[in-house]
């Protein structure tokens, strides 16, 4: 299993400018999840998704959107790029919100800068 | 809102030497979570703690949840240089077990 991928693994975006981030899962879970991290900084949670077709916002959602249209993937959309989006972005997977299974598996990572 | 932290933010000890991060939350947490990250890497799980007053231990590490479920702790008894990294508490608030409110973290520099 290659566990949480992510694409790509560094971005440089002109301010205005849109990409969408790449998060697949080969572990057949449930609940996936988008955080970013900002430099010496704990991470955020910006949108989640508890199954296909189902998707809400975390604590930072603001200037992102998200699609589930499968169990395995889940990109992240940024529309108008902005300088605060710089940061590293984190794609997680748990198998469900039951403790004892919730524990988060995450991808390596796409830094992201914003000139 | 709901706030998790974390102290110290930075810790250097000589290898051999006890380290110990302390998390506190403003709320009660139906469970709390301890993540490993290394420098340029991703977080790692580590442990879940879910009972009031709760310890567990993983060799050297040692994990205990609060009997208010409103903090915990991790300890590491003697250092090693591969304890290297930022240890992150994730807690999860009453009622919302999938959405985790990660600390500030704690970085660990082990000197040799």
């Known amino acids: 299993n290659a566990g949480v991928t992510q694409t790509p693994k560094f971005r440089i975006l002109k301010i205005g400018q849109s990409m969408t981030l790449q998060c697949t899962q080969d572990?057949?879970?449930?609940?996936m999840y988008w955080y970013r991290q900002d430099p010496g900084m704990g991470l955020k949670l910006i949108y989640y998704?508890?199954?296909?077709?189902?998707?809400d916002k975390g604590e930072v959602p603001n200037g992102y959107n998200v699609s589930r249209s499968t169990t395995e993937d889940f990109p992240l959309r940024l529309e108008l790029a902005a300088p605060s989006q710089t940061s590293v972005y984190f794609c997680?997977?748990?198998?469900?919100?039951?403790?004892?299974?919730?524990?988060?598996?995450f991808g390596p990572g796409t830094r992201l800068t914003v000139l | 809102g709901q706030q998790v932290m974390q102290i110290p933010q930075y810790q250097h000890v000589q290898e051999g030497e006890d380290f110990t991060t302390y998390c506190n939350s403003s709320?009660?947490?139906?469970?709390i979570q301890w993540y490993k990250q290394r420098p340029g890497g991703h977080p790692v799980f580590l442990i879940q703690?879910?009972?009031?007053?709760e310890v567990k231990k993983q060799k050297r590490l040692t994990f205990q949840f609060g009997e208010a479920k409103k903090n915990s702790s991790l300890h590491i008894t003697a250092t090693q240089t591969t304890d290297v990294g930022t240890y992150f508490c994730?807690?999860?608030?009453?009622?919302?077990?999938?959405?985790?409110?990660f600390g500030t973290g704690t970085l660990l520099a082990v000197q040799p």
């Open positions: 572990m057949n879970h449930n609940y």
């Open positions: 709320t009660t947490l139906s469970n």
């Open positions: 703690l879910v009972k009031s007053g």
């Open positions: 994730a807690g999860a608030p009453g009622g919302a077990t999938n959405k985790l409110i």
């Open positions: 998704s508890v199954g296909a077709g189902i998707t």
């Open positions: 997680a997977s748990s198998y469900s919100a039951t403790a004892g299974d919730n524990e988060q598996f």
